[in-house]
């Protein structure tokens, strides 16, 4: 079968429309810490707070969005969050004090939140079950398509004129997003919320937090999220103080992590098929966990890219393994709010920033051994084949 026609057109457009809209952040996003050092004079907890805040809000926001996406439909979902969403990029280009973007940076983690469970609940609605493996892995590409780009352009941008521009841009793309897809989606017949759906948010949380294979994937994924955060947060900070115009070398960290995504996808995801989902991921910890502990011992653009390329591994094996396990885990009647309750997770990507910018302040020599240590502490959560709750 043609690769064109393994998908519904739908699913096309949303993960062209995610190629599109990661660009847009791409150019933003990733320097954020690096624009509240040099522009706003941020300290290194005061940016901590600021990028760990959106995980933060998206932690509780992804249960309540997933839920709703179930209760009453994806398309509502997705066009209301997509509008605000452009709003806040905006919000990013004008402000001038830190409390300003932590606030923005709050509503962009519930923007991501509601976002996110709505579209791939809605691909999931469109893809039978045995293509959703392959779903993921092509979604992982276009959004790591869009890390090659995005950052590139950023710099570009930022360069010819003022740092704030690239949110600018931001928001106006998602704009421009948003238009589009209002159309787009008023063109196909959408998946009505079954009657079994129609539980109150209180009874559903209650029944995950009984489902103890949820609360398993969730605790190991908070300890993932923390180590992944320091890419983020951390890093760019401490490439800052050790290399000379560090802001280049992470721009380019950021499109080679990208480039050996796209390059080594798919005969990773093809090894990877022949083993459970939990082998998986926890080969992906422990590449995490090495990329971490070189992060912490690289002092030239070589061993940068070198852990660079190791960290990246650890991603691949890790990330597309993890959406597909809340597949296998949630019922068919609520994948969005299983995708939603998920986002819990997020809540290692407040706490990394923040323990990261503690030990930058004070043990910078260690930051990367103690984080690399609590990535390995997530084995114990997946040691035995996790299987869906009955």
């Known amino acids: 079968m043609k690769l064109s026609k393994m998908f519904h057109p739908l699913v096309w457009i949303i993960l062209g429309g995610t190629i599109f809209t990661r660009i847009a952040s ?208 951390t890093l760019p900070q401490v490439i800052e103080l050790k290399i000379e115009d560090g802001t280049k070398l992470y721009s380019l960290l950021i499109s080679l992590n990208a480039a050996v995504v796209l390059l080594l996808q798919l005969p990773i995801s093809i090894v990877s098929e022949r083993f459970s989902s939990t082998t998986t991921l926890l080969v992906g910890i422990l590449f995490f966990a090495i990329g971490l502990l070189l992060f912490g011992f690289s002092n030239n653009y070589t061993l940068y890219i070198i852990a660079m390329i190791i960290f990246t591994i650890g991603e691949i094996f890790a990330f597309p393994t993890m959406n597909v396990m809340i597949d296998e885990i949630a019922p068919d009647t609520q994948k969005g709010t299983y995708l939603g309750a998920a986002q819990f997770k997020n809540l290692g990507g407040f706490l990394g920033p923040i323990i ?15 984080i690399a240590a609590l990535v390995l502490c997530s084995c114990f959560f997946y040691k035995s084949k996790l299987k869906p709750h009955a």
Request: charged residues 10%; glycine residues 8%.
């Open 26 to 233: 791409f150019m933003a996003m990733p320097f954020l810490a690096i624009y509240l050092h040099n522009e706003i004079e941020a300290s290194p907890l005061q940016i901590g707070l600021t990028i760990g805040i959106a995980p933060l809000i998206s932690t509780v926001g992804g249960f309540f969005g997933g839920y709703l996406t179930d209760r009453f439909g994806r398309k509502s979902v997705i066009l209301l969050t997509i509008f605000i969403w452009s709003i806040v990029f905006f919000g990013f280009a004008t402000a001038h004090a830190v409390w300003f973007f932590v606030l923005f940076n709050a509503l962009n983690g519930l923007c991501r939140s509601f976002f996110e469970p709505s579209t791939q609940a809605l691909m999931i609605d469109f893809t039978p079950a045995d293509k959703r493996k392959r779903l993921f892995s092509l979604r992982y590409t276009a959004i790591n398509i869009a890390a090659v780009i995005g950052p590139i352009i950023g710099v570009y941008i930022a360069q010819l004129s003022s740092p704030s521009i690239p949110f600018m841009l931001t928001g106006i793309m998602y704009i421009v997003y948003a238009v589009f897809l209002f159309f787009v989606l008023n063109r196909y017949e959408m998946q009505k919320p079954k009657a079994t759906t129609q539980t109150k948010i209180l009874q559903t949380f209650t029944l995950l937090l009984t489902n103890r294979v949820l609360l398993s994937f969730i605790f190991g994924a908070i300890l993932i999220n923390i180590g992944y955060s320091q890419f983020d947060s």
């Open 356 to 370: 990261g910018g503690w030990l930058l302040t004070h043990y910078i020599d260690t930051l990367f051994v103690v």
